[in-house]
């Protein structure tokens, strides 16, 4: 059973990781550019507060509750990415502090085709 919170939880976080990423983006498509730089820069700080504050409150439910299963959903269609929605059940194996360790119960091939083409976005 997925918990809510938890599902609410980590779609907050999601959606904070992928507004960083878009505004690490903007930032380094700015360099050398003053004005525009500062501003994008500040976008980005905020950003990264927003990630680390929903992650924490993910961290701290999970603590609480011991509630280990979700449904992870992205919803990118806001930010510059190209995949669009991608839907998943999703089981938390573990929590370190350099990452979370999910491992995907239920994904449909369409999801799974638009998350692998985040990663590969992602990591270039
Ligand atoms: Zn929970």
């Known amino acids: 059973m997925a918990c809510p919170t ?3 939880l980590f ?5 904070a990781v992928m507004e960083l990423f878009d505004a690490t983006e903007r930032l380094a498509n700015l360099v050398g550019q003053h004005g525009p730089f500062e501003e994008a820069r ?4 905020h950003a990264r507060g927003k990630c680390v504050a929903a992650r924490l409150a993910l961290e701290q439910h999970w603590v609480q509750h011991g509630c280990r299963a979700f ?3 992205v919803d990118q269609t806001s930010f510059s990415g190209h995949e669009g929605q991608i839907g998943a059940e999703a089981v938390v194996g573990h929590v370190t502090p350099g990452g979370l360790g999910l ?4 994904m449909g091939d369409e999801d799974g085709k638009r998350l692998k083409a985040l990663i590969t976005r992602l990591r270039k």
Do not use: L, M, P
């Open 6 to 8: 938890a599902t609410n």
């Open 11 to 15: 779609d907050a976080y999601a959606n």
């Open 42 to 45: 500040d976008r980005t700080e």
């Open 71 to 73: 449904s992870a959903s």
């Open 103 to 106: 491992k995907f119960s239920a």
